[in-house]
């Protein structure tokens, strides 16, 4: 087959071939930069995913395949001509490097578009594509160079053009031979490598000072996206919403409530979020809960208020209390998960509502990392204090409850003596008597001092009946009353009475045993 050597054309217009590699350059860069505001604005919350492929050409790739196939051109022009030609070689590596990360890009496109993609995956694919289009404007940079005929190197104008003369070489006819050489191929490979290496040598100063600049921009890209545009919060960071200073302190994962009693079914679990919140401005809010969803992989889970009841030792959960800006409030939220997903990495996402920017309503979200921590250990004997013994309830959601028992009595009858008021405000002092309910229980009497209860309990029986026993031993026997019931009058704090089995009145051991989640607090009141 018999060809023309394409030299003298590309000498010929070689400024114009350059301008429309340029125009080509620039083209795409403006594609992938538009795709790239996409996905920002995306992640952002900013635009939805409708005709999210849209944002990306199929023009594209005809433009790469153009700016290779000159580059191409160039490259062995320059290589005829025993100039510089690392540039171009660079030029094509990356373009064959960028349609890699196009491909990858509107496939993600395609999944943002039908179904839900990682949010992960979504920032990588963000990331992978800003390094792109930042390598892209230095392509641009180096051809808007050569085609205005300046030397890097050199520094001296159109001296690289007027040093392509064009001789009767560069238009002569030649055979265009099919087939391959492999030891041609070997040899030349060998050849550009030691080019390279030497090439590499000569310009380590400028190289370097390139290299530095990409990385040192690409950084600042990373922690601008991390701690600002993108932000996800860990726990213990306070997130300022538009209405609410939202602070959520633990997360943590249980399948039992607070008395131990299992409360997982179908091979599930419950993860807990512990959270403080304000309003920023005056007045009383309300918070949507379904607005406030925990993502597990692929799945997004909205809260349930089912559950509270069994989990009210970590803190109140949230139903529908009102939120203003002159106290700070704890809550609960908690998520009913299958547990395949207890050891995935979980994320907190509140949807705040609709605002409108740039012509178009969407939501603003806010995300949080959580690192929930299993209830589910072990029961632990913590400490066991004696009658006028002090007893906290350290390593415990009630860590700053505690009580001494100064006295205790057994008997099948108590007076105690009431105010009694009636509607109209008169009141007076009535004696009533606190008995069992049934000839099977008797009375056991507690007398406290210097006791501090948790916000949560309401009294110290409140305490022992939640979270207790009542233990004795009879004939070298343990036993567990079968009764245990409050049976304090109302507006009564002197002395707390609670309903036990008969047959501890000849017990030769009493104690009373408080499990808080898996840690254990004793406190004897008779030993013999």
């Known amino acids: 087959m018999i060809l023309r050597k ?53 023009m594209v790739y005809p433009v790469i395949v153009l700016i290779i196939g000159i580059c191409i051109a160039i490259y062995y022009l320059m290589r005829e001509k025993k100039k510089p030609k690392l540039l171009y070689l660079l030029i094509i590596l990356f373009y064959i490097i960028t349609v890699g990360v196009l491909i990858y890009s509107s496939v993600n496109l395609n999944i943002i578009e039908n179904d839900i993609l990682e949010s992960s995956t979504l920032r990588l694919v963000r990331d992978i594509l800003r390094i792109d289009v930042f390598g892209q404007y ?93 932000k996800v919060y860990n726990e213990d960071e306070t997130v300022q919403t538009a209405l609410y200073n939202l602070t959520f302190t633990d997360s943590y994962l249980t399948k039992y409530s607070y008395n131990q009693q299992d409360i997982g079914y179908n091979n599930t679990s419950y993860v807990i979020v512990k959270f403080n919140i304000d309003a920023i401005n005056e007045g009383t809010y309300q918070l949507d809960t379904n607005k406030f969803l925990l993502e597990v992989e692929d799945e997004r889970i909205a809260p349930t208020k089912r559950y509270y009841e069994y989990l009210k030792d970590i803190a109140t959960g949230y139903r529908s209390q009102n939120i203003d800006n002159i106290t700070t409030k704890t809550y609960i939220l908690v998520y009913n998960i299958d547990n395949e997903y207890l050891n995935k990495e979980m994320t907190l996402r509140y949807e705040e509502g609709y605002v409108k920017e740039e012509g178009n309503w969407t939501t603003k979200q806010y995300r949080v990392n959580l690192d929930p921590v299993s209830l589910d250990q072990e029961t632990t004997l913590i400490s066991t204090s004696n009658l006028n013994e002090s007893l906290e309830l350290t390593n415990s959601f009630y860590s700053n409850t505690k009580f001494t028992i100064s006295n205790y009595n057994i008997n099948d009858r108590f007076a105690v003596t009431t105010n009694y008021c009636t509607s109209t405000g008169n009141c007076s002092e009535r004696i009533s008597q606190v008995v069992p309910s049934t000839n099977k229980a008797t009375v056991l009497s507690l007398t406290t001092t210097d006791t501090s209860l948790n916000s949560q309990l309401s009294s110290l029986t409140d305490l022992i009946t939640n979270y207790g026993k009542i233990k004795y031993e009879l004939n070298g026997k343990e036993y567990t009353s079968s009764i245990l019931n409050n049976i304090t009058p109302s507006n009564y704090n002197k002395e707390y009475y609670i309903e036990v089995d008969k047959n501890i009145t000849s017990a030769s051991k009493i104690w009373i045993e408080l499990n808080i989640r898996s840690n254990q607090y004793q406190y004897i009141l008779k030993e013999s």
Do not use: C, W
């Open 6 to 58: 394409p030299y003298a054309i590309l000498i010929k217009y070689f400024k114009i071939i350059h301008f429309v590699l340029l125009g080509l350059t620039i083209y795409l860069a403006f594609m992938s930069n538009d795709v790239l505001r996409f996905l920002n604005d995306f992640i952002a919350n900013r635009t939805s995913s409708i005709n999210a492929t849209g944002y990306l050409s199929v």
């Open 138 to 230: 230095i392509v641009i940079a180096a051809v808007t160079i050569r085609a205005l005929g300046f030397d890097i190197k050199k520094f001296d104008f159109a001296k690289d053009i007027n040093e392509l003369q064009i001789d009767v070489t560069d238009n002569e006819e030649f055979e265009f031979m099919i087939g391959v050489n492999t030891d041609n191929l070997k040899r030349k490979g060998r050849k550009q490598l030691r080019e390279l290496r030497y090439y590499f040598v000569e310009n380590k100063l400028f190289i370097t000072i390139i290299l530095s600049v990409i990385a040192v921009v690409g950084l600042i890209v990373i922690i601008l996206n991390i701690n600002f545009f993108n």
